[in-house]
């Protein structure tokens, strides 16, 4: 499986920017996708994540800002980011998992988005 992220770049604060992650090979109709983030000197963290059935999460930090949806025919996710603030600066990556168990974890590369004040 493989995973490519695209759309990320440089907003000022208060601008919008949507991100996309179009998955190939070999996917399961029952699968999670995802974005997370990573700032430098910090931790990757969880943005928003999907699920083939459409169930929705979200960190506290973007509820009311961001809006993740899907694809599933196109096996694309989407990550739609509004009111963006300095602090949403990061590297932005998407991930898919599948199985069973959900044993199956997929990275894409990351995309950078800039925020500047």
């Known amino acids: 499986v493989q995973l490519q992220a695209s759309g990320g770049g440089l907003v000022q604060a208060g601008g919008s920017l949507r991100l996309s992650c179009a998955a190939s090979?070999?996917?399961?109709?029952?699968?999670?996708m995802g974005w997370y983030r990573q700032a430098p000197g910090q931790q990757r963290e969880l943005v928003a994540a999907?699920?083939?059935?459409?169930?929705?999460d979200y960190a506290g930090s973007v509820k009311g800002r961001f809006t993740i949806s899907r694809d599933n025919g196109k096996n694309t996710v989407y990550l739609q980011m509004n009111s963006l603030k300095p602090e949403d600066t990061a590297v932005y990556y998407c991930?898919?998992?599948?199985?069973?168990?959900?044993?199956?974890?997929?990275w894409g590369q990351g995309t950078q988005v800039t925020v500047s004040s």
């Open positions: 999907i699920s083939s059935a459409g169930s929705k």
């Open positions: 991930n898919l998992i599948q199985g069973f168990a959900n044993e199956y974890l997929y």
């Open positions: 090979g070999r996917i399961f109709s029952s699968n999670i």
